[in-house]
């Protein structure tokens, strides 16, 4: 009498193609192809290697803020404070080394203290009052936006900070945060390493690491993640303190390349960065995206907007081709999302 063996489908051997199709980062990666294609045609100077050096670097200022962006759209929220805080750091950083005379790493270290904080704060108020994260971190960035003009203004008597360059620590600092180096004729700055590196972690977080299941699980359903043990505040809050984290390395980036701060700068970034998120494969719903994704949308924003400059185009046309991009991108990974499910 001979057995009859069902193979179990989950077993079988799935192709390359078909894994291809389920990874959410496929939209984004054709449509940078797509995009790269294009303006290589449109701008002559768009292949010149200073031209790709300038485009990394826009796409590593954007990246880095969506990468931490991306993981919590991945754990189904959002953070529209994320822009005035990368201010925020920067103003605290820069204010506090000058008023009080102090090397300017104290500066920096309070400032990632209070910075962390604030991650902690958005987080904390998430879990404790059931609120949406959108009235929350609205809120986070009505009085960010306050404090960085009102403070700024009472303690400089303007707009922006006071010079720390003739301050102790400052080289050291802005070795760290905003160096750059010159590689042939391409100037490459610190913070593409800063994208990479961060972009890594996250991946390495998402895919390696019981925290990664546990930031699918709560995008995918807080209730059910918590009936099996995630810890779901947790969680929340260390997502965004991670936020938090890479506002401050931006915020150090924009104060030690620049030297002073505007206190009305970032205001409106935070869309930058949900965007790169989204265009890299991440759902509004949460549960679904990848670390590369944002890094493949963020590099879709640094040739958009540097390839319209090079193409000689009206700048101003820049925000049709980002909300074109964002719609588009979205309905594709969507339709990515359902292919991967129905496999």
Known sequence: MSATVTADERLAPTSLVRKLLGRPELGAVV????????????????????????????ASTIGIMAVPVALLMIGGEFDLSAGVMVTTSALLSSMFSYQMT??????????????????????????????????????????????????TKLISGSVSTKTIADMEGFPSARALFASQWNVGSVTLKVTILWWLALVAVATWILLRTRAGNWIFAVGGGADAARAVGVPVVKTRIGLYMGVALCAWISGQHILFSFDVVQSGEGVGNEFLYIIAAV??????????????????????????????????????WFKFFLGAMLLLATLLNAWVRKRAEAK
């Open 31 to 58: 449509g940078a192809a797509a995009v790269f294609v294009f303006f290589s045609f449109a701008a002559d100077s768009f292949l010149q290697a200073s031209s790709l050096s300038t485009i990394l670097y826009s």
């Open 102 to 151: 102090a090397n300017v790493w104290v500066g920096v270290l309070v400032s990632l203290l209070v910075t962390l904080a604030i991650g902690f704060f958005n987080g904390f108020m998430l879990t404790r009052t059931k609120l949406p994260s959108f009235i929350i971190t609205l809120g986070t960035f009505l009085m960010l936006t306050g404090l960085n003009l009102g403070f």
């Open 279 to 316: 265009i890299g494969g991440c759902l509004m719903t949460g549960g679904y995206g990848s670390a590369i994704g944002s890094a493949v949308g963020a590099f879709i924003f640094g040739m958009t907007s540097n390839g319209i400059v090079y193409a000689q185009w009206n700048p101003d």
